[in-house]
């Protein structure tokens, strides 16, 4: 069962750098959302959608930006890398309102 | 600004003991109130509250929700080195998207 992944799991950028973060599920959920984790602190939404062409800023969406081409993926693109990006970050699709969440990935901007 | 917060913020326990985690909210209005017990990558599903007062069971784990005095308690009996782990609480707004609010989480070693 693949459920929610990511790609890649690990990435070092330097500050001005750009990159995409991939995330695709095979549970036809219709809602997916990226979070990014700082140490030591809770989950804070970045993205939602909650459908194939829709999209929402969560609250933190400043310096990335999501697409939602097909109800599989769901993309988080980072456009000009920043030290204070450094964060790990999580995909998740939800079904009844429980979240199904991919392995994470961690990224280090220097 | 809704506010989740959760006490204690770290915990250490001899295996065998009996944990409590609470949960505290500032919403004004949510859905439904989950845990989820997060080890070394991404969060696992424990439980999901949605009435006040009925007890949510699943082996040694079990949770309640107080509605009225905004807040929900993680029991966890017996604990095992198995359940060392950061344990984060989260509500849900209304609405049909589940955007969650998380805490800060707990993080429970349980030692030998």
């Known amino acids: 069962n693949a459920g929610v992944t990511q790609t890649p799991k690990f990435r070092i950028l330097k500050i001005g750098q750009s990159m995409t973060l991939q995330c695709t599920q095979d549970?036809?959920?219709?809602?997916m959302y990226w979070y990014r984790q700082d140490p030591g602190m809770g989950l804070k939404l970045i993205y939602y959608s909650v459908g194939a062409g829709i999209t929402d800023k969560g609250e933190v969406p400043n310096g990335y930006n999501v697409s939602r081409s097909t109800t599989e993926d769901f993309p988080l693109r980072l456009e000009l890398a920043a030290p204070s990006q450094t964060s790990v970050y999580f995909c998740a699709s939800s079904y009844a309102e429980k979240l199904f969440f991919g392995s994470g990935t961690q990224l280090s901007v220097l | 600004e809704d506010k989740v917060v959760q006490s204690p913020l770290s915990l250490v326990v001899h295996e065998g003991d009996t944990v409590t985690l609470n949960c505290s909210y500032e919403?004004?209005?949510?859905?439904?109130l989950l845990w989820y017990k997060q080890e070394k990558k991404a969060p696992t599903f424990l439980f999901m509250l949605?009435?006040?007062?009925i007890e949510k069971k699943s082996g040694r784990l079990s949770s309640i929700l107080d509605k009225k005095e905004l807040f929900s308690i993680l029991n966890i009996t017996a604990t095992q080195t198995g359940d060392s782990a950061v344990y984060l609480c989260a509500v849900t707004p209304p609405g049909t998207a589940s955007k969650l609010t998380f805490g800060t989480g707990t993080r429970l070693q349980v030692t030998l």
């Open positions: 949605t009435s006040s007062g």
């Open positions: 919403v004004t209005n949510f859905r439904s």
């Open positions: 549970m036809n959920h219709n809602y």
